[in-house]
């Protein structure tokens, strides 16, 4: 069974070009006013759900089923564990077909490409910002006046609890605090 997806971002738009790439189908599911960037597509939803072995998911063209490459990625790869073929008319795309698998197979590959290096920029520009020692992460929640404040309360036998108090933060702020300082 061949079951169709159709989506458009705004209700003055209308799916007429859609509907008619899809003719072939033997079941349409139309989503209407509903951005690609959303996660809550229920018909989407409910053509995921009405496929089976055996089937095929069909879009005009990819950007009307995923919302990024992963997502799209990630959806068919789904469908395949499913057993789901996936078709896209526009880009003549067509898991069920050597040629279809082996370009979205390309895809996936050029998206995990994507992934591992946005992953090791992100991690040289951390390190580079701790070289130049700025701080990473949440701010400090105690200043060094405060902190200095806290430590001499502390040495005068204040409780850290006490002291955590005084200065309405919770004790295991003052502890990090401290620590961090020491």
């Known amino acids: 069974m061949k079951v169709g997806y159709a989506r458009v971002s705004t209700q003055e738009q209308n799916l007429d070009l859609q509907l008619k790439a899809l003719k072939d189908c033997d079941k349409v599911f139309r989503d209407k006013g509903i951005s690609g960037a959303k996660n809550n597509r229920p018909q989407l939803k409910k053509a995921l759900k009405a496929v089976q072995s055996g089937d095929v998911l069909m879009v005009w063209k990819l950007d009307r089923l995923g919302r ?13 564990d499913r057993g789901v073929g996936f078709a896209s008319i526009s880009e003549s795309i067509n898991t069920t077909t050597p040629g279809g698998k082996l370009f979205f197979h390309m895809m996936g ?26 701080h990473l992460g949440r701010p400090n929640k105690l200043n060094a006046t405060q902190l200095k404040h806290a430590r001499k309360l502390i040495n005068e036998g204040t409780s850290r609890n006490e002291v955590a108090r005084i200065l309405d933060i919770n004790p295991s702020t003052l502890y990090r605090n401290l620590q961090k300082t020491a």
């Open 68 to 80: 990024s490459l992963g997502h799209l990625i990630e959806t068919v790869s789904e469908l395949k």
């Open 109 to 134: 590959a050029l998206a995990e490409f994507e992934r591992d290096l946005i992953v090791e920029r992100t991690k040289a520009g951390i390190e580079a910002a701790r070289k130049r020692g700025q």
